[in-house]
């Protein structure tokens, strides 16, 4: 399990990262409904990273523009590296020179449901390529289908399905851009500096 984090380890220096070393499987207690987090980072260029607890750990995507809460939106979903369950807590400032550097804002987390259909796990159904997933957030809520283009692109979409949930006139990247964690904006965190977790 350790493994899936190695990528993650590898490329962080945890002296002064100031993110979570985390462990595999940390997260995974029996009985918890899994976690997912929706976390905006202003990096070298402003994203959004999607991630969801499965089997012990975060598997995660780099949403250039972010979530949309309108029905059938599909939005380009670049796979990353799995982060511990640790990291769904983490916002603050990554210094200059480490992988990441920029502020990481937590935008909206909270507990999801996998809606498997054909009894698959939700590893399995990563593995194949196409998950569907209820979110429980504060911004965003109802079904999600993260689906991959294609095994030769490694892309994947994540697109809005048409629930309770679904607002075609709702921009929450934009008219919620505050924190679900402590009401920050991207700005004052970043104010706080690299000192700040
Ligand atoms: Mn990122």
Do not use: N
Not at 89 to 98: A, L, M, N, R
């Amino acid at each position: 399990m350790q493994d899936e984090l190695r990528e993650y380890l590898r490329k962080r220096d945890f002296a002064t990262s100031g993110e979570p070393r985390g462990a595999a499987g940390s997260g995974s207690a029996a009985g918890r409904e899994a976690r997912f987090v929706v976390q905006m980072h202003d990096a070298s260029t402003l994203h959004f990273d999607f991630r969801i607890e499965v089997g012990g750990v975060l598997k995660s995507w780099s949403i250039p523009k972010g979530p949309s809460v309108a029905p059938e939106v599909k939005r380009l979903a670049v796979p990353t590296e799995d982060h511990p369950v640790e990291y769904a807590d983490f916002e603050g400032v990554i210094p200059e020179g480490e992988y990441g550097a920029g502020t990481v804002l937590v935008w909206d987390t909270g507990r999801y449901r996998h809606l498997s259909t054909d009894d698959l796990s939700a590893h399995e159904a990563l593995e194949r390529g196409r998950i569907s997933i209820w979110l429980e957030g504060s911004k965003l809520r109802g079904g999600y289908a993260l689906v991959r283009m294609g095994k030769s692109s490694g892309d994947w979409l994540l697109i809005k399905m048409r629930d309770e949930g679904a607002d075609r006139r709702r921009k929450p990247t934009k008219t919620q851009p505050r924190s679900a964690l402590s009401g920050s904006s991207l700005r004052e965190l970043a104010a706080h500096g690299p000192e700040w977790r």
